[in-house]
């Protein structure tokens, strides 16, 4: 079975400030996907990134960067300088890499609150 | 181009009548999923269709919930009986298939409210 967790409920951040998204999961497979996906108030889900298992390699695009440990099966979102259009439901989630097995298996959401 | 789209966008029902949730993915896509998202929960993944048919159906809760996909693009997401426990955003995702990853394009979702 698959499990994301993401422990940190809600986090609140003032303007410019750098903040952290944690997220560890759990699977049997020896080969996933990891992702992580925006939900702003509006409701829809955004993607953001998508990273497979045997690629450790750390990314950045622009403001948010990803670090991804296999060894402690941490997946951690950093996003540097934050605005307040940041703010939203941040989700963590693992399939399976075989066509069959990609339905997703999300975490329970960070709701992120940057203040101006 | 347009993306995936869900009707109706809310439905508010009473305990024990039927519902239907309508999902058009993006034209092409075989691949068709559907997640529950309870308030304040990550989407819960429900049933996955490949063409018309369900090749994971793992997550439907119980028989009261069931989906077709008759054609293979529309799908139909049905709940009989509806309990106040149905109550969630139902979302809707596609992709198309193939050996490489294909990202999965989520609707904006049906809000259902069972009174």
């Known amino acids: 079975a698959q499990k994301v967790t993401q422990a940190q409920t809600e986090i609140s951040v003032v303007e410019k400030e750098d903040v952290t998204l944690d997220c560890v999961y759990e699977t049997r497979d020896t080969t996933y996907y990891l992702f992580w996906y925006k939900q702003p108030p509006s409701g829809e889900l955004v993607f953001l990134i998508r990273?497979?298992?045997?690629?450790?390699q750390n990314e950045i695009s622009g403001r948010y960067s990803w670090n991804f440990q296999k060894s402690t099966s941490s997946f951690n979102f950093t996003i540097t300088a934050s605005q307040v259009v940041d703010s939203a439901v941040y989700f963590c989630?693992?399939?399976?890499?075989?066509?069959?097995?990609?339905?997703?298996?999300f975490g329970s959401g960070t709701q992120l609150t940057v203040l101006p | 181009g347009a993306g995936v789209s869900q009707t109706p966008s809310n439905k508010v029902t009473e305990k024990g009548k039927y519902v239907e949730l309508r999902c058009d993915p993006i034209?092409?896509?075989?691949?068709l999923y559907w997640y529950r998202q309870s308030l304040g929960q990550g989407p819960e993944f429900l049933i996955y269709?490949?063409?018309?048919?369900?090749?994971?159906d793992s997550g439907l809760p119980n028989d009261r919930f069931f989906a077709v996909r008759p054609e293979g693009s529309v799908s139909t997401l049905k709940i009989q009986r509806t309990e106040r426990g149905d109550s969630a955003v139902y979302l809707c995702?596609?992709?198309?298939?193939?050996?490489?990853?294909?990202?999965?394009?989520f609707g904006p979702g049906t809000r259902l409210t069972v009174l």
């Open positions: 990273r497979n298992s045997f690629d450790e």
């Open positions: 995702a596609s992709s198309s298939t193939g050996p490489l990853y294909n990202e999965q394009f």
């Open positions: 034209s092409g896509h075989t691949a």
């Open positions: 269709f490949q063409g018309t048919g369900a090749a994971d």
């Open positions: 989630a693992l399939s399976g890499f075989s066509g069959s097995a990609r339905q997703l298996t």
